[in-house]
């Protein structure tokens, strides 16, 4: 006997999965008419199942030919704990003394940039600041269609050697003090999301290497730092918060050595910048960018348009947030 929608009074169409389970579906509006508990669920293949039948041939034999020992895959899927970021799902299968050890693990994602492959990067680089994937670790990352369109799978190499650590987080942590790198970071977010009395403002924090840093900047303003006591000055001190915000008001760069003392505030930067392409990006940005490129400083830009936090290194960016 046949089967009608309530809305449209079409006919429903009798549907079916691999595994048995069945359903109707109107075909004016879309409505389903579940059959058996749990039907709606089992037929919509998960990605990650269409994907691995799809490109799993493909991946077993990327995986000889680079000789990878880890296989991460991708899925971006469910609620995060604060709105607008991204939940993703790593299935992560390394080889371990000739077995195969899988795990799953979940992070939450800022918003990211556009475009695939840079947010695959940005997951990598996630999951080595997370401790997930370490050095040493040849990775095939496969993502499905949840992390883009056009495409039914995806896969990159990546190999987790000195220099991809570089371009992480986990590595700042450990050559500064892990208080100082958090501090800096906590106040560029909050200027980035806050502002300073209602208006949008930008910074940046030079954080290392203070004397090449020095040597390669000079004042813009005389400097308000210039004739505290260094032991008052430190960016890990919650009380110099709030004149920090007040000074990140003055144009130029914050100058803080690895143990988070201040050496100067606006400071103009003015290593060479050429060679730095950061396109979108303005003058504050590159002036980062070029700063830590010919020092071992880290350098963390507050955008004063879009309130982004983004880190640079070696001159790189390595990261970027919303604040």
Not at 212 to 221: P, T
């Amino acid at each position: 006997m046949a089967d009608f929608c309530p809305r449209c009074k079409n006919e429903f169409l009798r549907m079916s999965s691999e595994t048995g389970v069945e359903w109707l579906l109107c075909p004016g509006c879309g409505a389903k008419k579940i059959l058996s508990s749990g039907a709606e669920k089992a037929a919509q293949p998960a990605p990650l199942k269409k994907f691995e039948h799809l490109i799993g041939s493909a991946t077993i034999e990327a995986v000889k030919q680079s000789k990878a020992n880890c296989v991460v895959v991708l899925n971006k899927s469910g609620e995060p704990v604060h709105p607008g970021n991204f939940v993703i799902h790593l299935k992560i299968m390394r080889e371990a003394m000739s077995e195969m050890a899988v795990e799953n693990r979940v992070i939450e994602m800022e918003p990211m940039p556009l475009g695939t492959i840079a947010q695959i990067r940005m997951i990598i680089r996630k999951a080595v600041d997370e401790g997930f994937l370490v050095k040493g670790d040849n990775i095939i990352a496969l993502a499905d269609e949840t992390l883009g369109i056009g495409f039914e799978g995806l896969f990159l190499f990546f190999r987790i050697d000195d220099k991809f650590m570089e371009l992480t987080t986990r590595e700042l942590k450990k050559e500064l003090k892990k208080s100082v790198f958090e501090s800096v970071m906590e106040i560029a977010r909050e200027i980035g999301r806050e502002g300073r009395e209602g208006k949008k403002i930008g910074t940046a924090f030079i954080v290392g290497d203070h004397e090449k840093v020095l040597a390669n900047s000079k004042q813009m303003i005389l400097n308000p730092m210039e004739g505290h006591p260094l032991e008052s000055r430190n960016i890990t001190d919650v009380g110099l918060k709030e004149t920090i915000k007040a000074l990140a008001q003055l144009d130029g760069a914050f100058v803080i050595d690895s143990e988070g003392y201040i050496h100067a505030a606006g400071r103009y930067l003015s290593a060479d910048t050429d060679g730095i392409s950061l396109q979108g990006l303005g003058c504050r940005h590159t002036a980062c960018a070029a700063i830590t490129k010919i020092s071992d400083a880290v350098a963390v830009a507050v955008s004063e348009s879009g309130g982004i936090v983004r880190v640079f290194r070696g001159g790189n960016l390595i990261s970027e947030e919303k604040g």
